[in-house]
């Protein structure tokens, strides 16, 4: 029987629960968040300086299916300045970034300002603060996933990010959880 959990990964873990690392072996890995049966998979990715709704899975047919390039996935992204809607409006047509060293145009996605900004819970690395300037809140929600590929969209708008957080898989939303919280579920719904 396939066991299935969603946690909010938090700031500088990676979405993994071994490393290959020869020279950095500090890192910090998902199992140290909690006990996790053999074969516990992570579904999809969050870079290690990202954080929110992870799913783990020890279904691998579950995972590829909602990695498969349909299942929405919704970031709230803090950026460096005050976006504007000709940028938003840039990022929703899709916009060039840099794949494996190759142009590559994003698909179409939702993008839109978010007036009021969102409460997460403080990060162990604090963002910088007023004192350099104004940022704001955005979400992002792609059905794609290209390496570090919210980061490149808003970078090359114009706007790098600060902050990311992932908020939404499909139908299975963060909503309150704290970092590091861990909820073991029936399934996914996606």
């Not at 992870?54 to 005050?82: F, H, M, N, P, W």
Request: charged share 25%.
């Amino acid at each position: 029987m396939h066991r299935h959990f969603k946690i909010y990964k938090p700031y500088g873990y990676l979405s993994q629960f071994i490393t290959n690392q020869k020279t950095r072996r500090n890192k910090k890995l998902l199992g140290d968040l909690g006990e996790f049966p053999p074969g516990t998979m992570s579904v999809g990715r969050l870079d290690e300086d990202s954080e929110g709704l992870l799913l783990l899975t020890t279904d691998g047919k579950v995972s590829s299916e909602i990695t498969g390039g349909r299942v929405e996935k919704e970031y709230y992204v803090q950026v460096d300045g005050i976006i504007g809607e000709k940028e938003i409006q840039v990022m929703q047509t899709g916009v060039e970034i840099g794949i494996n060293g190759k142009k590559y145009i994003t698909q179409p996605c939702e993008a839109h300002k978010l007036h009021v900004p969102p409460i997460f819970p403080a990060r162990s690395k604090p963002i910088r603060d007023e004192r350099h300037g104004p940022t704001s809140w955005i979400s992002i929600t792609l059905t794609e996933g290209k390496f570090r590929q919210v980061k490149k969209m808003t970078a090359a708008v114009g706007y790098p990010t600060l902050r990311l957080v992932r908020v939404r898989i499909g139908n299975e939303k963060l909503g309150r959880m704290t970092a590091g919280e861990i909820i073991e579920t029936v399934g996914f719904s996606y």
